[in-house]
């Protein structure tokens, strides 16, 4: 049970080592579109990740929000950027 244990959080600690922050801005809201600053393709709604409370509103459109890319692939939007 230990072992296990371990293992667990040592691969939750390398996914927080490893990942560093992106920056992207908003394109779209309905359906959320975002542009990565470092990459050419934008970020479509079904590889995106909104917190519970956070919402992303037409006023929205142009503002820079940062995210960090998941383990499955998708990315998870912290927030939008002041």
């Known amino acids: 049970m230990q ?3 371990a293992k667990l959080f040592q691969g939750a600690r ?3 080592t490893d990942t560093q922050p992106e ?3 908003i394109q779209l809201h309905a359906p959320l ?3 990565l600053d470092r990459d ?3 970020l479509e709604e079904e590889e995106c990740v909104l917190l519970e409370d956070e919402v992303i509103l037409s006023e929205d459109i142009g503002r820079k929000v940062v995210l960090v ?3 499955n692939g998708q990315y998870l ?3 939008k950027v002041k």
């Open 3 to 5: 072992t296990a244990i």
């Open 14 to 16: 390398s996914g927080i």
């Open 23 to 25: 920056f992207g801005t």
């Open 33 to 35: 579109t975002i542009k």
């Open 40 to 42: 050419p393709e934008p």
């Open 69 to 71: 890319r998941c383990a």
């Open 77 to 79: 939007v912290l927030g």
